[in-house]
């Protein structure tokens, strides 16, 4: 099953084909890429319960950017650059912390949890229209069913534009009520980014290449595509597995009490433009990210969140915890074989005999991911790299 929106379906003559193979590896198409694609997306950082308390931080790399999300004294929560605004030293460590001020470690300069400078060694020492105004520099945010979103340049529609076509569909879910089941995990892949965005859309390789995910849904995979996001879903057969953990995650799974009679065996993943992720099971929601790091190298940024039941028996506690568990060990086989399959598209890519594929009708997130590549940087329509210096169009 495919479909996509009618918006989408504006004529492009490069409609039928894929991105060019040299977009993948190219370092000068990557930094254009940057600027022109993931500069401006939105990027989730944590979810508002991973920083409950004033003081919280949690912080994301990317784009050679450092961004801090902070949850203030006065419980708003904002985004800031990691940067102090003296000597540009890099302020907070780690990914994740807590911070009542913010005290840079090279000349204690300090900042309130609002981004105010509130502290200045020798503060007389300065010209005081130098220091007027001056605080840590906020970047957009945008809380989407309480997940944290920050964007470098802003222009866009919003998150909740962007999934406004699912919010129904999502809403029975609870998102603002989930909590994380462990810690964010960071995978590298010596990769394009685009390679892992378009093999978590592609829908046709399940039957060939996921065994597990084709024994569990059989042959009711579908995919969709909207103006912004990808839809993938698939309910759960009722057949027992060959595979122990498989036939175990179908018979432990309990009834959700928060999810109606069509969701309880369904599995879901969205993709929003152009790089998140969200997996959403039954058990668990997770997210994932595709963190570009050079033309040949990603992070692949994710974690996992449940809604925490109370009211549920001790029996039920445990089957989803069982549940989980063994969620997790079957995508770990299915992300051990996409991890193969997408460098063996990566290693074909840099072979002289390809340059672009032909896409089936049926392929229409990946059309329309290459669609807004190539209205977003002309130069995508090429089957070979242009020129060198060619980007300084975009500089």
């Not at 904002?78 to 890099?90: D, E």
């Amino acid at each position: 099953m495919a479909t996509t929106s009618l918006t989408a379906q504006r004529h492009d003559p490069d409609d039928g084909w894929s991105l060019p193979a040299w977009l993948y590896a190219d370092p000068e198409y990557f930094e254009v890429e940057l600027k022109q694609i993931i500069r401006p997306a939105w990027q989730i950082v944590c979810h508002v319960s991973d920083i409950a308390a004033p003081g919280d931080w949690m912080g994301l790399d990317y784009a050679g950017e450092n961004i801090v999300v902070l949850h203030g004294a006065d419980d708003e929560i904002r985004a800031f650059h990691n940067v102090c605004r003296h000597r540009g030293a890099r302020i907070l460590d780690g990914s994740s912390g807590c911070a009542k001020r913010i005290v840079c470690p090279y000349h204690a300069w300090t900042y309130a949890s609002d981004g105010r400078l509130v502290g200045v060694p020798s503060r007389e020492s300065y010209d005081p229209t130098d220091l007027a105004g001056i605080g840590l520099v906020p970047v957009e945010h945008e809380i989407w069913e309480g997940f944290v979103f920050v964007r470098l340049e802003s222009g866009g529609p919003s998150v909740a534009r962007m999934m406004a076509p699912y919010a129904q569909e999502i809403g029975p879910y609870r998102f603002p009520e989930l909590r994380k089941l462990g810690r964010v995990t960071l995978r590298h892949r010596t990769v394009n980014w685009k390679n892992i965005a378009d093999n978590y859309s592609d829908g046709l390789h399940i039957a060939v290449a996921h065994p597990g995910l084709k024994r569990l849904v059989g042959d009711g995979y579908g995919v969709e595509s909207t103006d912004w996001a990808d839809k993938m879903w698939g309910p759960l057969v009722d057949r027992p597995s060959s595979n122990p953990s498989e036939r175990a995650y179908a018979h432990f799974l309990p009834r959700v009490a928060h999810l109606p009679a069509d969701r309880q065996r369904l599995w879901t993943y969205f993709k929003l433009w152009p790089n998140v992720a969200f997996d959403i099971y039954p058990d668990q929601v997770d997210f994932m990210q595709f963190l570009p790091i050079s033309a040949t190298e990603t992070l692949i940024r994710e974690i996992s969140y449940a809604v925490p039941d109370p009211e549920a028996s001790d029996d039920a506690r445990r089957r989803m915890r069982a549940a989980q568990y063994l969620n997790w060990r079957i995508n770990r086989q299915v992300n051990a074989e996409d991890t193969e399959l997408v460098a063996r598209v990566q290693q074909g890519m840099a072979s002289s005999s390809f340059s672009v594929g032909p896409l089936s009708r049926e392929e229409v997130a990946l059309r329309n991911f290459a669609r807004r590549v190539r209205a977003l940087i002309p130069e995508a329509r090429d089957h070979a790299a242009p020129p060198p210096g060619w980007s300084r169009a975009y500089r």
